[in-house]
Nanobody, 117 residues
Framework: QVQVVEPGGGLLQAGGSLRLSCSVA????????MDWYRQTKGKQRELVSS?????????DYEDYVKGRFTIYRNNYKNTVYLQMHSLKPEDTDVYYC?????????WGQGTQVNVSS
């Protein structure tokens, strides 16, 4: 059974930094591309960043986080991270870890990030 778990999140001031983590169990983590999404209540979930499987290591970012967020993974720990710097109030959202395994989508439970001005 695949499990996607995201501890953490937090409340912080604008300009601060926070690292989100997401642990995946029940699958061969190293071959799975991973994504981070975020969602504001009442709006559609939007992609923030992606990282390919370890064989390629390609990363992609949406324009509004480029230069501020970094996605990376540790395959020994079956964990993907989203390091966030220079946080803005508009980064306030619920952040979700995501992967697709054999055509099925798996989501973390979501972690709340609140950035005050």
């Amino acid at each position: 059974q695949v499990q996607v778990v995201e501890p953490g999140g937090g409340l912080l001031q604008a300009g601060g930094s926070l690292r989100l983590s997401c642990s995946v169990a029940g699958t061969t983590f190293s071959i799975r591309p991973m994504d981070w999404y975020r969602q504001t209540k009442g709006k559609q979930r939007e992609l923030v960043s992606s990282i390919s499987s370890s064989n390629y290591g390609r990363t992609d970012y949406e324009d509004y986080v480029k230069g501020r967020f970094t996605i990376y993974r540790n395959n020994y720990k079956n964990t993907v991270y989203l390091q966030m710097h220079s946080l803005k109030p508009e980064d306030t959202d619920v952040y979700y870890c995501h992967t697709i395994i054999r055509g099925s989508e798996y989501w973390g439970q979501g972690t709340q990030v609140n950035v005050s001005s």
